[in-house]
């Protein structure tokens, strides 16, 4: 649901800015639809809202992760606020969190992930595989990057056979999940010193 919600906000009037700087970025109106790309409101309760409207309740938003507790332990604000979302999903394609990049250069941090939820572990999810392992399987090769905007990018530009790590955090069940589908990893992370470190 928050996905689909995300999606559709970027076209939008208040999506104006998010769909601009990812145009900007160069992505086609195609691979913003194809990686479901959205936008998350810069209001406090928006997604909050919405959701309850549906039937969710603020505990099951907090469990998965959307939405946060107040510090004075008085009601719920989203977690995801002014910002372009990229869903992750599973193998089996399902969304399980959100990465989210702010859209302001004020705006801290410049990536928001998903904290862990009883369905997302960071170090056992690589970003686009449910979507790029059979072109993984193909070419019988992997190229790892940093994030969503690589791989998304390499994806627009007709290099299917990625998967991108949230940051440089490879892990040894990311190791094991690629080994079932290519024998060559190729790690093409960042040329900084976080890069060259991990």
Not at 7 to 28: E, S, V
Not at 128 to 152: H, K, N, P, T, W
Not at 165 to 184: F, I, K, N, P, V
Request: proline share 4%; aromatic share 10%.
């Amino acid at each position: 649901l928050a996905a689909k919600y995300f999606h559709y906000m970027l076209r939008q009037p208040a999506g104006a800015d998010a769909l601009r700087y990812l145009h900007k970025r160069g992505l086609t109106d195609e691979t913003i639809d194809e990686f479901r790309i959205g936008y998350s409101l810069p209001g406090w309760s928006s997604l909050l809202e919405m959701a309850g409207r549906r039937g969710f309740p603020a505990q099951a938003l907090e469990l998965a992760g959307l939405v946060v507790q107040s510090p004075k332990g008085r009601g719920h604000y989203d977690r995801f606020r002014d910002r372009a979302t990229f869903p992750i999903a599973n193998l089996s394609n399902r969304t399980i969190a959100f990465g989210a990049r702010a859209l302001q250069s004020d705006q801290e941090p410049k990536y928001l992930n998903s904290p862990e939820t009883p369905i997302y572990h960071k170090g056992r999810v690589l970003y686009g595989l449910s979507d790029s392992r059979d072109a993984v399987r193909r070419q019988d090769s992997v190229l790892v990057v940093e994030g969503y905007m690589d791989l998304i990018s390499l994806a627009q530009a007709g290099i299917q056979h990625v998967a991108a790590t949230s940051g440089t955090a490879l892990t040894e069940d990311h190791c094991r999940m690629l080994a079932r589908y290519a024998h060559q990893v190729v790690l093409l992370f960042d040329g900084d010193a976080a890069g060259s470190t991990a």
